[in-house]
């Protein structure tokens, strides 16, 4: 015994554990499980990694309230200033209006126009660098700093437009100062609402200062809130299954399975045969030949097979087109496109089947053969009885795996044509919507996650692609596994 | 013996899983609150303790930047004297995504800012791959070195990084008589573009739109109406022969300009609302569907294809934006850009995106890094000859009002960039709320939708089913809107 704990002292043994464990924690169990967590969150663009902004807002919220009731004088004398400035704003903005409703493209001077132009801008700036000004915090006071926002968008697009008239002129027309004139009265009456509006926030901000500062911390509260994850139970899952599109998603995935699974096993298998025969000349090259789609990085291979079916353009699109007299066309027509995935998807993976199948069927005794052929069976026979039995497990090994790679169809139909053609998808009794007819479940996700950003649903429908995979993993276990390989 | 041996091993193999387990657990859980809680408390900003007096402006000093002379504060403007002396040493890291060709011009701009500011040493990345998500995992992970401190993007971006806190905002850092200042020396969409919720957080540089490229072989004088573009497109289509009238991929963005110009708009973030189903958006599409869908090789909508009908010298017209100019000047086909006609007196506003150069959040705490990442940023967009040098060899559309100005002076020495300058005075920018993330795919679905129905049913049911199609883009934005807020 002293010596087998020599051999393998318990330290040893501890250290190699933990080290292990932790890697299995670390990298398996955290990992897993945090993605399993997000799909029973709201995770979308905005909240999924906010915690810069998060940070910055709870300090904010921690200090703000002594700060605002130690500064009260200060902010207040603020407050009055900046609504100095707004009321000279309206003021301008007035004689601006007046000046353009009483000048003729004789008497407009540009240089005039600018400075009205001039005084506005400064007056406004002024105002709003008190607004954003870090030692008065009325930044965080939403409803004001919205309408301000609103008046200076709205001033901007003023002046862009009136830009666009004047641009590089010398001199206007009638028609250049009745279009000036136009945009200015049109726009005069809202920026005006909402300079008003700002200024009523103001006011309120000094009457009541209790409220101002109880305004401003539920402000930040609330876009604290906003930009946190959530988490949201199964609404995920009900959102999936709210409208035929996910549905439609794993039907067609199904669908796939049925067609390019039994494809791609008796292409490799066919090939295996043929190239098993001693009696080709060179095979030992073609069949290396045959196996470069396996090298070929997927993305090149694919987004190739891509160019050959353009409709129109591509010579196998073409070709096709010829023979059946039909429009061959993948971004049009569901079939069409599904059918290129599954010749693209066998033509990637009968090289996987055929090496199997070839390994094992060169480790079939020619004597078995020769045998049967002796006792005078022949071709189909020597096949159906010898042959097929023999090598049946290797290929049922090969048909699992392919078919697991044929539940996470993604590239193919991602580089193919992402999916389409969009049209109305309803599916039993689901309501209907518009989506893409192809869209694979995995290509559903990745979709939900890249072009709508909600990483929540995006990660719900690849747990139940995960689902759907244990589900097939159960069944082979039991009811093939099992009976095939126990015996 | 070995059995007890196998026994006490599976015994201490367990306690030790559970040991690590709690451990693990434990340690998530202080993880998860550390993230919660920063560990320094820092204090509000600027605390005037003595309360300052009415207008607290530090004394200021002007400075050259670029060919602009602006205001800036004491601190500021030692950092830039020390830098253009080479008595210190700051280096930052710049990051944009761009083609071959446009990189190369940019690390000019580089190489000519640190040989003006010796202090200051740029590592450039030129073309970064998903460039968004790298700059917010470096930001959250605080990897101050190996991120991007001063990158470029078009302003789309703008509120999705500004409300996640990974840029910062000018205005926070330099004293109002500076951003005044700053305001002044671009064209007003341009500037208006970098401040988003009152505050400036990205400086202008080059601007993008889609306009009308016109293949010069083909067509001598640049349509003037839609319907003299119609007349040439029907003069040239001849599908039979593979000959169209117009190059025009199908995208919501390219789309655009012929929705609003019947006043159609898919979402307005000034006032909250979305417009996908609205009638004239319906109508913008109807338009499309009738004038121009018959001109177009409808057997692929896809930018490779359009482009390749162009440059083919298939069709006499292309709408596409500067970013295309490259290659098909690589064919040497002559071309002129002019802004999309107007459809009798309707104006197509096509989107345009202006190229802001922003500051992360990772320099905010360093001083030194911060001025850098500052001054970097507006010498870049200041400097009128680094500008006009982008213009003659990249083919940025430039935003600063000197320069623009320069262009319409010599409108003929630049028949492309001044036509799609004139492009971009009439766009719409686009919205940089990231509620528009929301809007792109399904407004996508609904055209892909009314297409296949238009090739496979012809031009009536198509018109028959925008109403339908939007109406589902609509209401499943809405979704996304409501799972939002």
Redesign the interface.
Known sequence: ?TK?LEIYP?KV??LL??IS??LY??FL??PISYSVFIAFT?A???NI????????L???L???EN?LIK?K??II?KVN?AENYINSTILELNLLHKYINNVNSKSFSIIKFDEYKQNI??NL??A??I??S??TNL?YYTDL?NN???V???I?KV??DI??II??KLTYTDDDINKIREIINNNQAIIQSYLTKSIENLIDIKNSYDNFIKTVTSDISNQID??SLKFVGMDNFY?LFRDSRFPFSIFKTLLFILTSVPLKISVGLLLAFIFSSTMIYGRKVMRALLLIPWALPVLLSVTTWRMLF????GFYAQIFSNISNYDF?I??HEWDAFLVYNLVETWLAYPFVMTVTMGAIASVPKEYIEAAYIDGSNVFTRFRKIMLPLISRPVLFAAILTTGASIQAFMVPLLINNG?????LGFLNFP?????TNEVIILYGY?RAW????YGLSTASFLIAVLILLVFAIIWFYFVYKRSFSR | MGYKIKAISRTVLVGVIIVIIIVGVAAGLAFTNFLQKPTTTPTPTTTPTTTPTTSPSPSLYSVQIGSATIRVSQDFYNFILQVKNNQLKVSINFWTSMLPFEVSNVQKVVNDFMSEYPGITVKYTGTVQNMKEAIKAGVVANDVENTAHVFTWAHDWTGEMADGGYIISLSDYLPPETISDIQTQYISIAYTAGVYKLKLYGLPWAAEAIALVINKNLVSKPPQTFDEMLNIMKQFNNPSQNKFGLAYQMDPYFLYPFITAFGGYYYNEDNDTLGVNSTETEQGIKFWIQNLLPYIDTRDLSHENQLKVFTDGRAPFIITGPWDIPAIKQVGIPIEVVPIPNIGDKTPKPFSGIKLLWITKLVANDKNRLFASILFSLWFSLNDNELKMLVDKAGFIPVKKSIVDHLNQHVSDYPITSGFANSITRSIPMPKSIKMSYVWGDVSNALNAIFTEYSQKGPDAAINSIRTYLNQAQQSILQKFSGKS
């Not at chain 1, 389409?420 to 109305?424: K, N």
């Not at chain 1, 209907?432 to 893409?436: F, K």
């Open positions: 015994m087998r318990k043994a501890l554990c933990s464990l932790f924690l670390f169990i955290w709201n979308n663009a905005v990694a906010s915690d810069p902004k998060i940070n910055e709870k300090t904010k921690q200090h703000i700060y500064n004088e200060f004398s200033e801008n400064s700036t002024n709003i660098n607004i954003t870090n030692s930044y700093r301000l926002d609103k200076f968008n709205e901007q002046w862009r830009d666009n641009g590089f906003s930009i959102t353009v409709p129109g353009q066309n971004y049009l389409g053609p969009t049209a109305l209907t919507a518009l989506g893409n979709n072009l709508d950003q909600q």
